[in-house]
């Protein structure tokens, strides 16, 4: 069972930045996938971004050029970037990470951007 502790959501106005972090209980090698989804009051659950476990990553199209995604291996955890927010990023944010065939999820946090 991997236990996943994210932090970093909060009120934002439109154009700033925010980061969150994701800190797993196992070794952040052991990992293939870390990343996060967010999903908005009435939407799906949608991808937000990936990193993988050699270095690539992979982001939604909604979110490209403004976020970036990181993570650190030896401290078993995933960061997420966020710039230039529009109120459209307002959402719960979950972080994901995927350990062989098994997926597992944060308890999410909430990004709201509004003025």
């Known amino acids: 069972q991997v236990q996943l502790v994210e932090s970093g959501g909060g009120l934002v106005q439109p154009g700033g930045s925010l980061r969150l972090s994701c800190a797993a209980s196992?070794?952040?090698?052991?990992?293939?996938?870390m990343g996060w989804y967010r999903q908005a009051p009435g939407k799906e659950r949608e991808l937000v971004a990936h990193?993988?476990?050699?270095?690539?990553?992979k982001y939604g199209d909604s979110v490209k050029g403004r976020f970036t995604i990181s993570r650190d291996n030896p401290k078993n955890t995933v960061y997420l970037q966020m710039n230039s927010l529009k109120p459209e990023d307002t959402a719960v944010y979950y972080c994901?990470?995927?350990?062989?065939?098994?997926?597992?999820w944060g308890q999410g946090t909430q990004v709201t951007v509004s003025s």
């Open positions: 990193a993988f476990r050699y270095g690539s990553s």
């Open positions: 994901y990470v995927r350990q062989s065939e098994d997926d597992y």
């Open positions: 196992v070794s952040g090698f052991s990992l293939t996938t």
